[in-house]
């Protein structure tokens, strides 16, 4: 029973119904904090427009009127997302001043909802990255030590979230940007399953593995997010419509204690994990091995497999949506003689190293002559990684893995080697490429444990998180 109870979403709604706190003392006291912070997570504060909001929600207050449960409830926006008439930078020099013309499904669920966004957050440029180190505002500190990194794509959110400077944050997973901060900072962040919320108004990264997702403190507020922002969208033509998470079933223990899992032991017997990573999961398996639980040990794509089919197909998407930043309809523009030297030189200047990196990587496997060779073989793999998550997910409800092979990075050293940057997202991408719905929890190893099932299997993950909660 215990988790129903811890909610910060549930007791900011009693303390602003009872009258305990104004929404309006609440969202300065939150923006008062995140403009003293030393952890460099907001690119942009939402003052005027949260401060406005706030003031709508006391005077609800004041007339006595019931509030929704997310209606006051204080929120962060990786910098990805578009919010009508406020900036949206992806944290890059192309879209530094660049003002959002419409606001993204997700987002206006939660202002139907009447929560309020504060804040837009520091990430890696365009989610280019695994550290929010590679953005123009400066690296993004970690919330429980400043020397390591926040983690990324969605550092800067994860980080705010740890920190209490928001109640929730909405990051964006590609390849573990939300899951792998999440376990970074020891917060909780989940990767819906492809689909189940509308990516209309997030930057594309690679659109057939984006998502938009929570990252918050607790299960429950997970679960209240999420509820919030599914649903099919004409403007995404991939969204369904998906059941609720219902929350008796998310603290259902006898429910979870009759699922199966499976591990995959190569991500485990393998040289590239840490020592102390390794012995924490290893752990964790035998205990639920001694509670009777079914655990089965499965094979599975190898790491290097996965990461390069991530990689090919991420880098030759992000290739052709970032083509329609070329200086002429959004962002900045660069002055030159003819047009094709105003793109050249406005998207050398505006784009990171990284950025650049990807583009032409992406642009070079789907080159004629080698996109046989690389893009379909990519594609052809992917097919087979899919078909494998379906034949194992029809022996096992739930697979467990660790977040990361090694621990969190100290600050300066991720970016000097892209190639060990990529390798560190070795157990995040495969899941990415499967669509699946995968909770990075902050249990289990020291950068947390993620906690996948079937497409569309959210109140599966959500019920097994909350039982390994109660095993702690
Ligand atoms: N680190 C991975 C990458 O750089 C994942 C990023 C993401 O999920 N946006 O592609």
Known sequence: MKNKMVSDIRQLHADLQNKKISCEALVKSKLEELKSSTENTANFLLEDFALGKAKEVDVKIANGEELGLLEGIPF??????????????ASSDFLKSYVSPYTATAVQKLLDAGAIPIVKENCDAFGHGSSTENTVFGPAKNALDSNKVAGGSSGGSAVNVAKKYTTFSLGGDTGGSIRQPAGYNKVYGLKPTY?????????????????????????????????????????????YESKEVDSEEMINADG??????????????????????????????QKLKDKGIEVKALDFFGTSTLVSTYYTLAMAETASNLARLDGTNYGNRAEAESLKEIYAITRSENFTEETKRRIVGGNQVLSQGHSEEIYNKARALRDEIDQRFASEFAEVDIVLSPVTPGPVPVVGETLKDPLAMYL?????????LGGLPTLSAPLGTETGLQITAAKDEESKVLQFANFLNELS
């Open 76 to 89: 962060g926006l990786k910098d990805v997302y578009l919010l009508q008439g406020q900036p949206a930078s």
């Open 195 to 239: 689909g189940r919320i509308s990516r209309y108004g997030i930057m594309a990264y690679a659109s057939s593995t984006d998502v938009v997702g929570p990252i918050a403190r607790n299960l429950e507020d997970i679960r209240i997010v999420l509820n919030a922002i599914s649903g099919q969208d004409f403007r995404d033509q991939t969204t």
């Open 256 to 285: 979870a204690k009759n699922l199966k899992v499976g591990y995959y032991k190569n991500f485990i017997d393998n040289e590239a994990i840490d020592a102390g990573i390794q012995a924490s999961f290893k752990e964790l398996i």
């Open 424 to 432: 560190s997202d070795a157990y995040t991408v495969g899941f990415s």
